[in-house]
């Protein structure tokens, strides 16, 4: 019987260690038969499992086009394929090629075609959490992004259950910097803006008018703006908007300034913070005897790293110029306890932005239906 093994909970070393003939499978949706995987890919000694794409494919409940959810997986699966992984698979319902030749396995699986989310949510902001499947230093998991964007899109709906529904968190980004670190998931830029303007557009056709775009991954932010200007472009009625990262804004930023025990520096990606909320989220996931501090990132008063990133300039410099072990940050004076006031404050921060866009949705169409500036041939016209 082969053994399956959980890549998300994996550490980058870990991955980059795994032999390059383990078979790889990145599911559309659970539930399969695994035994029926493993009879499919011969019956090896140790299979890896990689997070489920949870929608996008047809039978999910919110589907996009075939091509374009194709390129999405062919991307993931080209990243691992870079990686010198040879064997590497998407593991489909039967009936779904997405172009994918003779790396897709296709078993039955039971799919609940049910629309997600429910057409009983449509007065609500959807809440739209991603995160991503990548390195985290030598002692935090690979799946440490949609762990924590996971838990604060639950946690504010928990908080606002009547203003707000959440999707299941997905579980891949955008990293350019992948190539420096074996293992690293990548989108790509345009099938993930392509992806997310697909889902948008799906749900503002079943009557959805209001979105939150909520990232758990840095190189997913610039690519959601994107997706934001495209949908507000394209669908005048709606109120979309993402933010950068979470927990950085004017309420929870503060309050991680003010009890954060690193300088900055401390918390540019598998630091402080990240650790922390790792630690009070899935303690046993933490490796904490493995952790290096890496703090000496090529800081000038424009550009610099930390959480809430600083200066004026936008710019993408290899990650190999910064940190050896793929950490940016104190990760070492992380608590499980400041973990737990970080995520508290994200959820709160997250609760006051749903607030903020039922309020700008409101408003705008009451200005609309009044005819305001040039609405009123719309008003016309009606």
Not at 86 to 100: E, F, K, N, Q
């Amino acid at each position: 019987m082969a053994d399956f093994f959980s890549y998300e909970n994996l550490t980058w070393p870990e991955v980059a260690e795994l032999p390059r003939d383990t078979p790889l499978l990145i599911p559309l949706g659970e539930g399969y038969a695994l035994d029926k995987a493993a009879e499919a890919l011969g019956e090896p000694a140790r299979i890896g499992l990689l997070p489920a794409i949870p929608y996008g494919w047809r039978g999910s409940g919110l589907a996009v086009a075939e091509p374009l959810m194709g390129r999405l997986v062919a991307n993931l699966l080209d990243s691992l394929g870079d990686d010198g992984f040879s064997r590497v698979y998407a593991l489909t319902p039967p009936g779904i090629d997405l172009g994918l030749g003779a790396r897709r396995i296709a078993l039955p699986i039971r799919m609940d075609d049910r629309p997600l989310p429910g057409d009983a949510e449509r007065e609500k902001v959807i809440l739209i959490p991603i995160g991503h499947t990548e390195q985290h230093g030598y002692h935090l998991p690979m799946n440490t992004d949609t762990l924590i964007i996971g838990a604060i899109g639950a946690g504010t709906v928990e908080t606002t259950p009547e203003a707000a529904a959440c999707l299941p968190p997905f579980p891949y980004g955008v990293s350019t910097h992948r190539a420096s670190f074996a293992g690293t998931l990548n989108c790509g830029g345009r099938a993930f803006e392509d992806f997310w303007l697909a889902v948008v557009d799906g749900l503002v056709g079943r009557g959805f008018d209001r979105f939150y775009l909520m990232s758990g991954h840095g190189g997913n932010c610039s690519f959601l703006v994107n997706v934001v200007k495209y949908a507000g472009e394209r669908h005048r009625r709606i109120f979309c908007a993402t933010a950068w990262l979470h927990t950085s804004g004017h309420l929870a930023g503060p309050v991680v300034q003010e009890t954060r025990r690193s300088a900055r520096g401390g918390m540019g990606h598998a630091g402080e913070l990240e650790t922390a909320m790792i630690l009070h989220l899935r303690p046993d996931l933490v490796h904490m005897e493995r952790v290096v501090d890496e703090v000496d990132f090529v800081s000038t008063q424009s550009y610099y790293m930390d959480w809430i990133e600083g200066g004026e300039l936008v710019a993408n410099p290899p990650w190999d110029d910064d940190t050896a072990t793929g950490a940016y940050g104190a990760g070492s004076l992380a608590t499980a306890e400041n973990g737990r006031v970080w995520l508290e404050a994200g959820i709160a921060e997250k609760a006051a932005h749903v607030a903020e866009i039922q309020e700008q949705q409101a408003r705008r169409e009451a200005r609309r239906a009044g005819g305001f500036g040039l609405w009123i041939n719309s008003k016309r016209e009606a």
